[in-house]
């Protein structure tokens, strides 16, 4: 397991709960607008030892709710059942941001009951999935049986999408909304352009792109909101 980041508080990352989060490294997806580009291969720096953030969160216990596990992928990471039951022996719940794509591990943690959260990333329609994920082809079928068990575990969760000038149309989104028809809630935030993205140049939508296409999930979803957009 490489640890290429750790924030000691956000207010962000966990909904409702003050919380630290750790950046894994390794990506299977290679999505051209990341923010997190710098994680997504083996060659990602180190930056902290699981000892050294598990001392850290010891000592912050009493002021943190949660902790936030995200990469990268985090389902990659060998020892990840691990890491996060010894954050739980802290006394502090752990969600977990995904893409799905390895539904079997987080179908075990579950299992386990090592979840408290679920984020998992809809990156577009299934059609234009692969083009979005930044990869030849991809099984959708991994990424449905996700969206399935989430929807059933029984924990609470969000699915989300970066919605991309370039990559996403309004036919995306309906796509998306059958793909996780019956879901609680869905978000949808807008790109935001940065020095850290792996293919520069996209650009964001206006609001009122961004309320067309919460308009056209509805109809799929219970709730409906976008994230980091003033109404």
Not at 57 to 63: D, E, F, N, T
Not at 109 to 134: F, H, Q, W
Request: charged share 25%; glycine share 8%; aromatic share 10%.
């Amino acid at each position: 397991m490489k640890i290429c980041g750790f924030q000691k508080t956000t207010l962000l990352d966990y909904p409702g709960h003050v919380a630290a989060t750790i950046f894994l490294g390794l990506c299977n997806f290679r999505c051209p607008f990341c923010h997190n580009s710098d994680l997504l291969t083996g060659d990602a720096e180190e930056q902290f030892t699981v000892d050294e953030v598990l001392d850290t969160l010891k000592k912050r216990a009493s002021m943190l709710e949660g902790v936030c596990i995200t990469g990268g992928e985090p389902t990659l990471s060998c020892g990840l059942d691990q890491l996060i039951r010894e954050i739980r022996k802290l006394g502090l719940k752990v969600k977990l941001d995904t893409n799905g794509y390895r539904p079997d591990v987080i179908k075990a943690l579950c299992a386990e009951g090592l979840l408290d959260y679920i984020a998992m990333d809809i990156k577009s329609s299934p059609e234009n999935y692969a083009m979005t994920a930044g990869v030849r082809s991809i099984n959708m079928f991994l990424i449905s049986e996700s969206v399935r068990f989430i929807l059933s575990s029984g924990i609470p969760y969000e699915f989300r999408t970066t919605a991309v000038k370039g990559l996403h149309t309004e036919e995306d989104f309906a796509g998306i909304g059958r793909l996780i028809q019956g879901a609680e809630r869905y978000f949808i935030q807008n790109y935001v352009e940065s020095d850290r993205v792996l293919y520069p140049g996209f650009s964001s939508f206006r609001k009122e792109e961004l309320l067309k296409f919460a308009d056209i999930v509805r109809p799929f979803v219970k709730e409906v909101s976008l994230r980091g957009v003033d109404y």
